[in-house]
């Protein structure tokens, strides 16, 4: 599993990367903060959503923690999308948060 560190996350943002970012942390956990331009999509929901991807799109998968974004990665990875666990999750993050 590839994984990114929230520093490199917010340097790539800084830079004006245009970043395919999901959260998939819960509705409540979202709505107290998260990172400008994420995607949500629920961890429970994410099999049922898929069709809202794309498979030539990098994605970088966040959660709380790095826990459930890596159980998201490994899954979307076994179905052939390229994803990066962003390793410590929002609990790492020292960037902008909405």
Known sequence: MKTILPEQV?????AGENLNLID??????VEAGHI???I???LNLLEFRLHELDKTKPYIMVCRSGGRSGQATTFLEAQ???VTNMSGGM????GEVK
């Open 10 to 14: 917010q340097q790539k943002l800084q």
């Open 24 to 29: 998939v942390r819960e509705v409540s956990e």
């Open 36 to 38: 400008p331009g994420i």
């Open 40 to 42: 949500h999509i629920p």
């Open 80 to 82: 052939g999308f390229d």
């Open 91 to 94: 609990l790492e993050w020292n």
